[in-house]
């Protein structure tokens, strides 16, 4: 059973940073592109970042690529999201996410696994 679990989220005010991991379990990590994706109550879930399985290829929104950086450790299983400079616009819950087609978390928000979310708060 593939499982993905976040962790790392909270409440932040603006200007700091947190670092969001998500481990995984389950799957062949070495093997897929990992990603994140993040969703507010008002808007659909949106790509933030990805990163191919043999770290050679990054990607992410424009909103975010000068303050975020994906990075992976494939001794533990787990991908990372530093996220620094925090905005209030940042605030959603933050999904972790494994697919065997590093282009597709990009171009259309697949995934072959999800994780839970784990909610990302700024304030002013």
């Known amino acids: 059973q593939v499982q993905l679990v976040e962790s790392g989220g909270g409440l932040v005010e603006a200007g700091h940073s947190l670092r969001l991991s998500c481990a995984a379990s389950g799957l062949a990590f070495n093997r897929y592109a990992m990603g994140w994706f993040r969703q507010t109550p008002e808007k659909e879930r949106e790509f933030v970042a990805s990163?191919?399985?043999?770290?050679?290829?990054?990607r992410y929104i424009d909103y975010v690529k000068d303050r975020f950086s994906i990075s992976r450790d494939d001794d533990k299983n787990t991908v990372y999201l530093l996220m620094d400079s925090l905005k209030p616009e940042d605030t959603a819950v933050y999904y972790c996410?494994?697919?065997?087609?590093?282009?597709?978390?990009?171009?259309?928000?697949?995934?072959?696994?999800w994780g839970q979310g784990t909610q990302v708060t700024v304030s002013p």
């Open positions: 990163l191919s399985a043999d770290s050679r290829a990054i």
């Open positions: 996410a494994a697919a065997t087609q590093y282009g597709a978390m990009f171009s259309y928000g697949r995934a072959d696994y």
